[in-house]
Nanobody, 124 residues
Framework: QVQLVESGGGLVQAGGSLRLSCAAS????????MGWWRQAPGKEREFVAA????????DYADSVKGRFTISRDNAKNTVHLQMNSLKPEDTGVYYC?????????????????WGQGTQVTVSS
């Protein structure tokens, strides 16, 4: 069982930046593909970014390309999401997730473990 704990959310003005972190309890963290997802009020959860288990590949939703960067530190069992040039439409609860059977994925069904989420609010 992998436990994931997100941190770093908060309130920021449009154009600002936030850095989200996700700490994993699993010692074999480097075996898991990791992803970030978000859910805005009244909307379905949507894919934001993913990173392969070996840190060689990344994938982003079109809406965040060029603004967000996903990274991981396998030595510290953490994954980060650097968010720049934030927009009000980036507001939502951000979740990190871990996938044990896939190299990298933008499909929520491929993820086995999910964190509790951290709130990001971007004011206009």
């Amino acid at each position: 069982q992998v436990q994931l704990v997100e941190s770093g959310g908060g309130l920021v003005q449009a154009g600002g930046s936030l850095r989200l972190s996700c700490a994993a309890s699993e010692r074999t963290f480097s075996n898991y593909a990791m992803g970030w997802w978000r859910q805005a009020p009244g909307k379905e959860r949507e894919f934001v970014a993913a990173i392969s288990w070996n840190d060689r590949n990344t994938d982003y939703a079109d809406s965040v390309k060029g603004r967000f960067t996903i990274s991981r530190d396998n030595a510290k069992n953490t994954v980060h999401l650097q968010m720049n040039s934030l927009k009000p439409e980036d507001t939502g609860v951000y979740y990190c997730a871990a996938a044990s059977k896939y190299y990298m994925s933008s499909d929520a069904y491929h993820y086995d473990y999910w964190g509790q989420g951290t709130q990001v609010t971007v004011s206009s």
